[in-house]
């Protein structure tokens, strides 16, 4: 019966297909399309909506955390590979599956999935993903450390009283060296926290790896901030013969820093003793493309706890910093000078006067720049109703939704966190300036705006939550920047995967008609993948992400980048959770829909990087640092008995295979050719060995296998985009 009956329908389908008239083929289509004109899309899909009252616009920023962690993951595992490539010595033939960046690679894969990254899967399932990125990290790390390490001490075999010195260092930074990546969201770093340094007993050792390989006009450097034990004066000295960190007031060759009082994160997972961790900060640098440098940090002379630099300490003029009676100015020392109100800590103008970086200040300029901090409350569906339109769809993973249409920001006010709701922190490279913003019974979030000697951006971190919902309502928190001297009309650019800047327009799509903007806020929400830019003819401002956002122009001289969501109400598409992170997470499933959260809300932290330059120059500006965000430096921690000297001259009594020495300083780049200013390096990596066969068409040994490499150059600008 089940023959008959597929051979019936299979005899229907002929007939059908025959009554159909002949298909054209694909060379007549050709010859009749040869000489049509097909329109060219230029613009992308963004902000999508499946309903009036229903932008995809939310997901761009959902699940903050996980998106920082993901750029952390990926910008390690492309530095791992460089190292990998180019200092791995062993003659083994590369496999992947077998190789230790597999399981970080696979699970990099995996959160590319359009609800993992997107951050619109469920709470189970994001914290599933956390895990395996987090196993692939420490899966990949001591294979990383072993090629520092062999970098550091190239032949372990002992054969003269060079060795000897050696070998106890290399010996205790074997058993001590750690990555410490030093996530904002958590202030973990044993290696530097467990040195002791109480009675000189022991050093620290900071190695910086730089994956970037890019040429500029000035040389990179960085600033390093790792947390110490103890207060006191610590010296930072470059370990290399021939190169100076700094200079104290004696002529030394270190760098004396106060360990700086940093007030500890009320972070999601750890506790701090005393809630008080010390910090020493350093600028490394110039830091050796796809090389490496050593630091090493010692404690000079202990202080006792109200001796120690912190936010209580004089504010005096210097190189960097004049002071006035209403005005309080710093500059980076590269032509940007950031000015504050002495009284209420908000920064009010920027001033770039020179041409220092990649060519983006050639002009002056003078804007008038303020920051503010707000949320706009989600549509919630138990609570707002409004007639006549879709009243059920609700602010969730997937979809942003202001309670209101037009709903205008709803501006935090500064908060007293201790006896000030600001307070003016110099350090040693420079000042900080800390804001608080919430309500004097609860101050949830923190900003910090740094100016710092060699950095040619301001820096604005910001640690946010928990989101209060006491109120029985979700907050979707915003950053917003005030620049009311530029002109933008409705005008503003963001990147599209960090490659091509789009132009975005106010109410408007370059391909369409639209005739109706049912939401004027959330449908003009655009993914910020790295910067965000206003320009004008006369003025330039960005602003450079640290990880996915969503961002807009919603009044003209305006910027905003949302940084966190809370929505207490699930919308409906798919995900079956409301958008409400806790750092207990759920309780398990089954039954569906009886899940309850534990514990309080989580808290994110991240920084955003403010650039100023001449008209219409935004996108220089964003290119010339970006990349440089996403490769930052690999910092490695490590501590050895103070006694421990070294030296990195070799013994030329030796035979050159059996010689050895202490390489502090390393990298490949010594004596190859530089790329172009406009050019610089996207991935480096082996994808796989194959061994050559030898003449009797056997395997030959795996020293004499071949790689295949993937090498991807990138070209720094976009057409238009810069005029050298």
């Known amino acids: 019966m089940r023959k008959y009956q597929q051979t019936k329908q299979a005899a229907a389908v002929e007939k059908w297909q025959q009554t159909q008239p002949a298909e054209t ?7 009749q399309t040869a000489t049509s004109l097909w329109t060219t899309k230029v613009d992308d899909f963004f902000p999508y909506s499946d309903r009036p009252h229903g932008f995809w616009s939310g997901f761009y920023t959902s699940r903050s955390a996980f998106k920082r962690f993901e750029r952390v993951a990926s910008g390690f595992l492309q530095a791992a590979r460089q190292l990998d490539l180019l200092f791995d010595t062993k003659e083994s033939v590369y496999d992947a599956e077998s190789h230790p960046f597999y399981e970080l690679e696979d699970a990099l894969g995996v959160v590319q999935h359009h609800d993992s990254i997107t951050g619109t899967g469920k709470e189970h399932v994001a914290r599933d993903y956390s895990r395996r990125v987090q196993a692939g990290i420490d899966k990949a790390t001591p294979h990383v450390l072993s090629i520092i390490l062999n970098q550091m001490f190239p032949n372990r075999t002992l054969k003269s009283a060079i060795d000897l010195q050696n070998s106890g260092l290399q010996e205790r930074l074997e058993e001590t060296l750690q990555y410490c990546p030093l996530l904002l969201n958590e202030s973990i770093c044993e290696a530097a926290t ?58 030394n060759n270190k760098q004396l820093v106060h360990a700086r009082v940093v007030n500890a994160r ?72 950031a000015s504050f109100d002495r009284s209420t800590g908000e920064m009010d103008r920027v001033l770039s006067q020179t041409k220092i970086f990649g060519g983006a200040y050639s002009d002056e300029v003078d804007l008038r720049l303020e920051l503010q901090w707000g949320y706009y409350t989600p549509f919630n569906s138990e609570h707002d109703t409004i007639p006549g339109d879709d009243y059920g769809q609700s602010s969730g993973a997937y979809v942003f939704r202001p309670s209101m249409p037009n709903q205008p920001l709803n501006v935090l006010p500064t908060c007293k966190s201790g006896k000030d709701s600001t307070r003016f922190v110099p350090t040693p490279l420079g000042l900080e300036v800390h804001t608080f913003y919430g309500h004097d019974d609860e101050c949830w979030v923190h900003q910090i705006v740094r100016v710092t000697q060699d950095q040619p951006w301001i820096e604005v971190e910001y640690t946010v939550g928990p989101v209060p919902i006491k109120d029985g309502r979700g907050k979707e928190v915003v950053s917003r920047f005030l620049t009311p001297d530029i002109a933008n009309n409705g005008v503003f650019f963001t990147d599209s995967n960090a490659r091509a800047f789009l132009k975005r327009q106010r109410d408007y799509r370059p391909s369409w008609n639209l005739t109706t ?87 994110v932290s991240g920084v955003h990087r403010l650039m100023v330059g001449g008209g219409n120059t935004g996108a220089q500006l964003a290119r010339s640092a970006m990349d440089g965000i996403f490769a930052q430096p690999l910092i490695f921690v490590g501590s050895a008995p103070s006694d421990l000297n070294h030296t990195n001259v070799t013994d030329t009594t030796l035979e050159d295979e059996e010689a050895t020495t202490f390489q502090p300083s390393f990298t490949v780049l010594s004596d190859t050719p530089k790329l172009p200013p406009n050019i610089f390096l996207v991935t480096l990596m082996r994808l796989y060995d194959f061994q050559k066969p030898n003449s009797n068409n056997q395997s030959s040994s795996a020293s004499g296998s071949q790689s295949l490499l993937l090498i991807r150059l990138g070209h720094q600008y976009n057409v238009g985009e810069d005029n050298d």
Do not use: C
Request: proline share 6%; aromatic share 8%.
């Open 25 to 31: 083929s694909d060379a007549e289509t050709s010859r």
């Open 194 to 251: 467990n040195t002791v340094f109480e009675g000189g007993k022991e050093n620290m050792y900071v190695v910086v790896y730089n994956p970037l390989y890019q040429q500029s006009l000035q040389p990179r450097t960085w600033v390093v901030r790792v947390p110490v034990s103890m207060p006191g004066i610590y010296s930072v000295e470059r370990v290399d013969d021939d190169i100076i960190l700094s200079r104290d007031q004696t002529g």
């Open 266 to 337: 009320n972070d999601n997972y750890t506790t701090h003793e005393n809630n008080t961790i010390w910090q020493v900060e350093f600028l490394a640098g110039p830091l050796l493309p796809l090389g490496a440098v050593t630091y090493r940090v010692a404690l000079q002379q202990p202080l006792g706890e109200t001796e120690s630099l912190n936010e209580d300490d004089e504010i005096l003029p210097n190189n960097f910093i004049e002071i006035s009676e209403s005005t309080l100015s710093v500059s980076n020392g590269l032509g940007m000078i």
């Open 517 to 603: 903007v049912h939401e004027p806020i959330a449908g003009n929400y655009y993914p910020v993948t790295a910067a965000i830019f206003l320009q004008d003819e006369n003025t330039s401002f960005a602003v450079l992400t640290d990880r996915a956002r969503g961002g807009s122009s919603i009044v003209d001289g305006t910027l905003e980048v949302k940084v966190q969501r809370r929505t207490l109400v699930d919308d409906r598409h798919g995900v079956g959770e409301p958008l409400n992170e806790t750092v207990g997470g759920m309780t398990p499933y089954p039954p569906f829909g009886d899940a309850t959260r534990m514990g309080r809300g989580v808290i």
